[in-house]
């Protein structure tokens, strides 16, 4: 069976991508899955080149035949979203969809068309192939998206025979975090020690009790508060869920993004030593190999003298 | 003037320049419309004064009336509807309230009822900025639809006074439903790749709601990814309106729950600069 570890937090800015972009720099067999659509960013750590685009459609989308209206007027008084008026589909970007202009248009003036949504991408990495994707500026249905992207992932990780689907999940706790962690083996919240931290990371272990996932804790920026990240380590304990990693503020998180590596390429032995030993637990956790990760220093420096191009 | 501060991604600062901003003009109100992780209030503290449900209409079914025809089922565009067993079954958070059923049911066995999916609270902060005023939503946790709340919430603002909206990461629905309808929309991004993907996201949203906007830089540095950000906005003539340091210090005081005297100097700057474009806007 593949595992899926779900890569979450509360809310945006934690370091999300970061830590799991590191993750993934360190587990052996797997599929990289972005199912932050919204804002897909991890494609941007590990050296990307796409190889398919797939077109994605959800909902529809009401289409006027200008010369059959009668102006009536019926579809303005019926839209309850205030999209369409007389036969114009005046604000776009407030139309649901719903048809029920279409379906109630006396003179059966308005068709609904299939929507395009965004789309869905497949590409190769420096860690493995990368399933992601585009949701359309200012479209709905991040949710659907996000469920493609994930049995997109499923489907060639069963293919390869590969044990392990790595998933950068979407910021908050509405439709798209729960389309991404329904079902997952491993949640992973990367929390970091201010008050708004907190806040959110209780919202998502109530999420994540609520559909039944479990879940284990990572504390970014950790220093930066000792008695919130006391409290952080006091809630967890509380909710179950196993601290598996505190990480020190570092600005190497931007210099990695700046330069488009993660920081395991990048980082203070220090720090790679600390993200190293947050893989081994989650890695525990879920059952599968760790592969070479204790070995990672040496490999590094073996990538550093030159060796990456000689390797497979 | 609506202001609404709006960023691609979370954790770019976005709650700290409408923090900002607030305190360095009275008689502001701050509206949270971040539903699914409000912040404003951690660092407000306040005093609430009122409490209002917001809910949504969905369907209810009259089971003397219906004969179970299906009519309604076939007329849902978002499947939110099943028949089971002869009767019409609704998934209430696949509803979007469009009436479609009722319009669509031959036999008027659908009627309307309220389906509650969170809350708006009003009250004045006692931490910070004493007396500012604050409206704050929460989404029920497992409700997947934050724009209706916020819809609502933003119909309860007044309209005399200077409004700081707070919006939702992101560039869909939630987002759309926060920004749209103000006159001016404040894109606050990081000097990352990734703050930058981000921003052209948030930066087209609000091009296609004919919002005017501007960016604040949080976490400048004056580096490689400043230059990016500013030679994007060079680009695609989008004013940078402000650059906020980063601080480590800053981060820790945040994280504490306090905002700075230090940085009022910037936010005052940002509303003089604001107010201009607003005018020139408006005269315009
Ligand atoms: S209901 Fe049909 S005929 Fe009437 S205004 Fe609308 S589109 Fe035109
Ligand atoms: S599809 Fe629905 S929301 Fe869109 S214009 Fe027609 S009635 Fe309005
Ligand atoms: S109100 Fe609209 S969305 Fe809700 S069940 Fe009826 S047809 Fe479907
Ligand atoms: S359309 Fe009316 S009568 Fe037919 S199944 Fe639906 S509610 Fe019942």
Redesign the interface.
């Known amino acids: 069976m593949v595992k899926e570890l779900v890569i979450a937090s509360?809310?945006?800015?934690?370091g999300k991508?970061s830590i799991g972009a590191a993750l993934t720099a360190l587990a052996p067999a797997k599929i990289l899955a972005d199912c932050d659509v919204?804002?897909a960013?991890l494609h941007?750590?590990v050296g990307s080149r796409l190889k398919e685009a797939h077109d994605f459609f959800a909902?529809?989308a009401p289409v006027v035949d200008e010369e059959a209206c009668l102006h009536c007027g019926r579809c303005t008084n019926?839209c309850?979203?205030d999209a369409i008026e007389d036969g114009v589909i005046s604000r776009p970007?407030?139309c649901?969809?719903?048809?029920?202009c279409a379906?109630?248009c006396p003179a059966h003036a308005i068709s609904?068309v299939d929507k395009k949504a965004g789309q869905w991408l497949v590409s190769e990495t420096r860690h493995g192939l990368l399933v992601h994707a585009e949701?359309g500026?200012?479209?709905?249905n991040?949710?659907k998206l996000v469920s493609e992207v994930r049995r997109q992932a499923k489907s060639r990780a069963e293919k390869r025979r590969l044990p392990l689907i790595i998933t950068d999940g979407p910021?908050?706790?509405?439709?798209p975090a729960?389309a991404a962690l329904t079902g997952a083996s491993l949640v992973l919240a990367v929390t970091?020690?201010?008050?708004?931290?907190i806040?959110?990371l209780e919202?998502l272990f109530?999420?994540c009790h609520?559909f039944g996932v479990p879940v284990a804790v990572c504390i970014n920026?950790a220093d930066?508060?000792e008695e919130?990240t006391r409290a952080i380590v006091a809630l967890s304990r509380r909710e179950r869920a196993p601290v598996v990693g505190e990480i020190p503020?570092d600005d190497v998180f931007?210099e990695a993004?700046?330069t488009?590596c993660t920081v395991m390429e990048t980082g203070s032995a220090a720090l790679t030593g600390e993200i190293r030993r947050l893989w081994l637990a989650v890695a525990g956790l879920l059952g599968v190999e760790p592969g070479k990760a204790a070995a990672w220093g040496l490999e590094r420096l073996i990538d550093r003298l030159g060796g990456r191009r000689g390797m497979p | 003037m609506i202001l609404s501060i709006a960023s691609?991604?979370?954790?770019?600062g976005k709650?700290t320049v409408a923090l900002l901003l607030a305190a360095s003009r009275e008689g502001t109100i701050i509206a949270d419309c971040d539903v699914?992780?409000p912040?404003c209030h951690?660092?407000l503290r306040p005093k609430w004064e009122t409490e209002t449900r917001a809910g949504v209409m969905v369907p209810r079914f009259d089971m003397d009336k219906c004969d179970g025809c299906g009519r309604c089922v076939q007329?849902c565009?978002?499947n939110a509807l099943a028949v089971a067993g002869g009767t019409p079954l609704l998934f209430p958070e696949l509803c979007?309230?469009?009436?479609?059923c009722l319009?669509?049911c031959p036999r008027e066995a659908v009627s309307e009822e309220r389906r509650e999916i969170g809350v708006f609270r009003t009250g004045v902060a006692t931490m910070n900025i004493p007396g500012q005023r604050l409206i704050s939503g929460l989404?029920d946790?497992?409700t997947?639809?934050?724009a209706p709340l916020i819809k609502t919430m933003k119909k309860q603002l007044p309209h005399d006074a200077d409004i700081i909206l707070d919006c939702?990461?992101?560039?869909?629905?939630?987002?759309?439903a926060a920004v749209?309808g103000s006159d001016y929309c404040l894109l606050v991004t990081e000097p990352?790749?990734?703050g930058l993907?981000?921003l052209e996201?948030a930066a087209?949203?609000s091009g296609?709601?004919a919002i005017p906007h501007g960016v604040v830089i949080n976490?400048s540095d004056g580096?490689?990814?400043d230059e990016a950000v500013e030679g994007w906005c060079a680009a695609h003539g989008v004013e940078v309106l402000a650059r906020l340091p980063n601080s480590?210090e800053f981060?820790?005081k945040?994280?504490?729950?306090m905002i700075d005297g230090e940085y009022r100097e910037a936010a005052d700057t940002l509303w003089r600069r604001l107010d201009r474009e607003y005018r020139r806007r408006s005269d315009g």
């Open positions: 509360g809310k945006g800015g934690t991508t919204d804002a960013n941007l750590v909902g529809f019926l309850r979203f970007l407030a649901e969809g719903c048809g029920v379906f109630n609904m949701l500026l200012a479209v709905d991040s949710g910021p908050g706790v509405g439709c729960i970091e020690p201010s008050l708004s931290g806040h959110d919202r109530f999420l609520h920026k930066i508060s919130n503020y931007r993004a700046l488009g | 691609g991604k979370g954790g770019t709650t699914e992780a912040n951690l660092f007329y565009l978002f979007h309230g469009c009436g479609g319009l669509a989404l946790v497992g997947p639809a934050a939702p990461p992101g560039a869909s629905c939630s987002m759309v749209a990352t790749p990734f993907h981000d996201l087209g949203v296609m709601l976490k580096g490689r990814g480590r981060a820790a945040y994280a504490a729950g």
